[in-house]
């Protein structure tokens, strides 16, 4: 945390969301001597799913926010368990039997490899959701957070930002963060609940996800596949495995396309039977067959993802995270382009000395922040059709398809972030301080 012998900014910032993004940008604001309180709508923090990938630009933006987030994510980290894979971020393989692709031909239980992507200087990082909110929230001092606060207007009034929660109640600040998430409140108040960019839109795929005991799954494809992220590639579907809880659970991910390319419950994640799954994965190979036989407490997950926002702010009002630019899973990426957001956006905050010039930060942000996040949004969709032989150009050409994925995620991985910062400060109006 920051020196409590530096004065206090001379304003008070409202973070509305306390998820992964939003925890990150409140430690960033108490980093940087920040007043602000952060506003939950539920009873306490909590996050659903399961394990969540972070790439090499995500780990450098904790410790650049603040290095107590890196410290904690080390001791809870799983990376792959064989030294010679540690630096892959996923082995890529034919995931689907007895089909043909061009000139090659799946060979049964024999998998076959199409590639293994090399990750940066860290390969493949994981961690339960859970344990990492856990890790984000002992950053957060007392009295910080208010919970049952789910924020349904905000507006400017006289000097202040006003913000009026469900329940009935209002509070003040100088400037607000909207970071609620996919179903966002934050971006219908800031865009207009009728513009054309401000719901989320149903990508076509789902995904079927839960967890198998880390020994169950040695015993039924062996250590190698078991212990290190593998992805299985397969018509219109692939399949995704990597270790959690330090080794102790193998979490796995399963996408299929909907055929009709839509989703009309109102529910996004459903109870999942398992004829369904089996259904969906029929004629895929054996290890495939045997992942998807041991998957507990599994459930099925609807995809969707927001189209391009105009603009990240409005006034003292911006989005950060999956407010703003929420994304499909398929590079791993989305809750790295979160904690890019808060890294970048407290120390602009950072920087400013009257609440005048707050507005001129949201500016640095959303000029930098926008096109690389929402570049994420779109070629992560791109990543699936690759995976799942969807792609015009690549095709089921494996050769290709190899060559592609070896290189397509450097400039997610190798961001300069700093520089990014700088970028930003440039924008608004800032020195840099980096």
């Known amino acids: 945390m920051a020196p409590t012998d530096t004065p206090k900014k001379p304003f008070h910032v409202a973070v509305c969301g306390g998820g992964i993004g939003g925890l990150c940008m409140a430690i960033g604001l108490l980093h940087q001597n920040?007043?602000?309180?952060?506003?939950?709508?539920?009873?306490?923090?909590?996050?659903?799913?399961?394990?969540?990938?972070?790439?090499?630009?995500?780990?450098?933006?904790?410790s650049l926010i603040d290095p107590d987030i890196k410290k904690g994510y080390d001791k809870i980290a799983t990376s792959n368990a064989w030294p010679e894979k540690r630096k892959f971020w996923f082995e890529f393989n034919l995931g689907q039997k007895g089909e043909k692709w061009g000139d090659i031909k799946a060979p049964g239980k024999e998998m076959l490899r199409v590639a293994q992507v090399v990750a940066s200087?860290?390969?493949?990082?994981?961690?339960?959701?859970?344990?990492?909110?856990?890790?984000?929230?002992?950053?957060?001092?007392?009295g910080v957070a208010q919970f049952g606060k789910r924020v349904e207007q905000v507006e400017k009034k006289a000097e202040k930002m006003v913000l009026t929660f469900h329940d009935g109640s209002t509070a003040e600040a100088d400037a607000v963060i909207g970071c609620d998430g996919v179903k966002s409140r934050s971006r219908q108040i800031?865009?207009?609940?009728?513009?054309?960019?401000?719901?989320?839109t149903f990508t076509g795929k789902y995904a079927y996800r839960g967890l198998i005991p880390m020994e169950k799954a040695v015993g039924a494809i062996g250590e190698e596949l078991a212990r290190n992220s593998q992805m299985y590639m397969g018509r219109h579907g692939h399949v995704?495995?990597?270790?959690?809880?330090?080794?102790?659970?193998?979490?796995?991910?399963?996408?299929?396309?909907?055929?009709?390319g839509k989703w009309e419950d109102e529910r996004w994640v459903l109870p999942m039977k398992k004829e369904d799954i089996?259904?969906?994965?029929?004629?895929?190979?054996?290890?495939?067959?045997?992942?998807?036989?041991?998957?507990?407490?599994?459930?099925v997950w609807a995809l969707f993802d927001h189209?391009?926002?105009?603009?990240?702010?409005?006034?003292?009002?911006?989005?950060?995270?999956?407010?703003?630019?929420?994304?499909?899973p398929h590079q791993g990426a989305g809750a790295g382009q979160a904690i890019e957001d808060a890294f970048v956006l407290s120390n602009l905050l950072g920087q400013v000395d009257s609440v005048n010039k707050i507005e001129n930060a949201f500016k640095g942000y959303d000029a930098i922040r926008r096109p690389r996040s929402q570049r994420v949004v779109t070629t992560s969709r791109d990543a699936a059709a690759i995976y799942e032989f969807e792609d015009e150009r690549l095709g089921s050409d494996l050769d290709l398809i190899k060559r592609t994925l070896e290189s397509r995620y450097d400039w997610i991985w190798d961001e300069d972030l700093p520089q990014q910062l700088k970028k930003a400060q440039e924008v608004a109006g800032q020195r840099a301080n980096l």
């Open 278 to 299: 089996f259904n969906d994965f029929a004629g895929w190979g054996d290890d495939v067959q045997h992942i998807l036989s041991l998957m507990e407490k599994p459930d």
């Open 190 to 200: 800031l865009l207009g609940e009728n513009h054309q960019t401000t719901n989320p």
């Open 34 to 62: 920040i007043s602000c309180t952060l506003y939950e709508s539920a009873p306490a923090f909590a996050e659903i799913g399961a394990g969540v990938s972070l790439g090499p630009n995500a780990v450098r933006a904790m």
């Open 121 to 142: 200087d860290m390969g493949h990082s994981s961690v339960h959701r859970a344990h990492f909110l856990d890790v984000l929230v002992n950053l957060v001092p007392d």
């Open 240 to 260: 995704l495995t990597f270790p959690i809880e330090n080794g102790k659970t193998m979490n796995v991910v399963a996408f299929q396309s909907k055929a009709d």
């Open 307 to 328: 189209p391009p926002a105009p603009t990240y702010y409005k006034g003292r009002f911006a989005l950060l995270g999956d407010a703003a630019h929420a994304s499909t």
